[in-house]
């Protein structure tokens, strides 16, 4: 059983956390093309276990300007750039959390799709009070758009 983490006495929180990974374009396609997130999230801490807030969003996606190309689509330049604003809900067990996101393209916009929306569900384990692992797979509904790993960093 992992040791229990102590809630700490300030109760906003501010994170950092940098996502990367891979993503194929078509099923049973060989390439894959590499993505990054950067996340920048404020929460509080309402409760002992759930806490609630929002953030800003930086996405890279190599696979996006090719695809764009196949389509015969010239409105290439800063197309791999999504960037948005998300609101987040987390629940917080032991040394664990998993945190729920909606999302919504600001700045950089999805120009391949065009989805105004985007969510986003992410497992944390806390190595420390200050730094965290995670897992985090990014959606459009049902659509599964791409899983990445990442690491944190907690300032407050």
Known sequence: RSPEIPVPAAMHHLDLMLFGGVRH?????????????VSAEYSFRNKHKFSFGGGVDLFWDSSIEPQMKKLGRTDTINCNLQSGMHASASFHYASFSLMLQFGAYAGFIDKLYHHPIYDRVMLNYHITERLSASFSIRTYLYILDFPVVGIGYTFL
Do not use: D, G, H, Q
């Not at 374009?25 to 997130?37: A, D, N, Q």
């Open 25 to 37: 374009t078509r099923t049973f396609e060989s390439f894959k093309y590499p993505v990054l997130s």
